[in-house]
């Protein structure tokens, strides 16, 4: 059965830095993978996808993510990071293999920019 | 403006009162769904639905019920809500790609908050 897991609950940044929010998953053939954000009392909005080619994905916002299949991970990065992006964030996957198409989301990261 | 829309966005109900949260998209989407939002717990998907008149479990169904006579409908109900579906919904919404089920797009989500 597919799975995510997104090992950190919050992750603290200083405005500027380079930020990191982890995610690592599980499926048996080969994954689609997103990226979602959260801003306070909004739903959830698309940031970037892999799907296949590039394992490196630009996304909204001057977010990025590495798809790295040896490690199982698709981590989200941003090389400097603004108190704008402070909100939750979601990583999600979807097996190929599967027939169905059941989309498995994380637990969330909340991701604190500090002026 | 392409979006999916919920209502009501804020209900507290009583313990057994039957309700009907309503989802509906603009976007001519084959694919809808409904995931409820816990603390601790992230994002769970209840039921999915790949086109009309068809529709399938996700992770946590019990309780609910589901119907999509209309593509761009997709109700959530509730026959005998209990005090442990008092969560956070939302629905969503997505055009299946060759591969299947792509970036979703999101309601504003509904707080359910059952007495």
């Known amino acids: 059965a597919q799975s995510v897991a997104q090992p950190e609950d919050q992750v603290n940044v200083a405005e500027g830095n380079p930020l990191t929010v982890k995610c690592t998953y599980s499926v048996s053939g080969n994954p689609y993978l997103f990226w979602y954000v959260q801003y306070p009392n909004r739903g959830l909005q698309f940031l970037l996808k892999y799907i296949t080619g590039d394992n490196l994905v630009k996304g909204s916002y001057g977010f990025e993510a590495e798809f790295n299949k040896s490690q199982t991970s698709f981590h989200l990065k941003k090389p400097s990071a603004l108190v704008s992006d402070s909100a939750l964030y979601f990583c999600?996957?979807?097996?190929?293999?599967?027939?169905?198409?059941?989309?498995?989301f994380g637990k969330g990261t909340r991701l604190h920019i500090l002026p | 403006e392409a979006q999916v829309t919920q209502n009501p966005r804020y209900l507290i109900t009583v313990t057994g009162k039957k309700l009907t949260v309503t989802c509906s998209q603009n976007?001519?989407?084959?694919?809808m769904s409904w995931y409820r939002q816990d603390p601790g717990l992230g994002l769970r998907q209840i039921y999915y639905s790949m086109n009309v008149e068809v529709t399938d479990k996700g992770d946590v169904p019990e309780g609910y019920k589901v119907s999509r006579k209309e593509k761009r409908n997709f109700p959530l109900i509730l026959e005998s809500p209990s005090p442990n579906q008092t969560s956070l919904y939302f629905c969503a919404s997505s055009f299946v790609a060759s591969g299947g089920v792509d970036e979703q797009f999101f309601g504003p989500g509904t707080r359910l908050t059952v007495l």
């Open positions: 999600a996957v979807r097996d190929i293999a599967n027939r169905d198409d059941k989309i498995i």
């Open positions: 976007m001519n989407h084959e694919y």
